[in-house]
């Protein structure tokens, strides 16, 4: 079992940046390949960014390559995502998740927990 907590979102202006935390709790969250996922207002919850369970490899929705970094920190049961030059359409509540897989997936159906999520507003 592993619980998801999101912090660190809220209201910026384009071009700014936030960085959001997930907290884990559970001694196995080392051995889950992790994601950051968003859902705007009237939109289907899409792939931003996942990272494997040890760190040796990341994978990103083209429409945040080069802006966006997920990282993870084991030792404190964390994961985050370094967002650069923020656009208003990046605005929507972002969730973090957990896959007890190995391989990277960018599908929700394939991620097992879920945080309650943290809203980014991003201001024109």
């Known amino acids: 079992q592993v619980q998801l907590v999101e912090s660190g979102g809220g209201l910026v202006q384009a071009g700014g940046s936030l960085r959001l935390s997930c907290a884990a709790s559970g001694r196995t969250f080392s051995r889950y390949t992790m994601g950051w996922f968003r859902q705007a207002p009237g939109k289907e919850r899409e792939f931003v960014a996942g990272?494997?369970?040890?760190?040796?490899?990341?994978y990103y929705a083209d429409s945040v390559k080069g802006r966006f970094t997920i990282s993870r920190d084991n030792a404190k049961n964390t994961v985050y995502l370094r967002m650069n030059s923020l656009k208003p359409e990046d605005t929507a509540v972002y969730y973090c998740?957990?896959?007890?897989?190995?391989?990277?997936?960018?599908?929700?159906?394939?991620?097992?927990?879920w945080g309650q999520g943290t809203q980014v507003t991003v201001s024109s």
């Open positions: 990272i494997s369970w040890i760190g040796s490899s990341t």
């Open positions: 998740a957990a896959d007890f897989g190995v391989v990277v997936s960018t599908l929700v159906s394939n991620y097992d927990y």
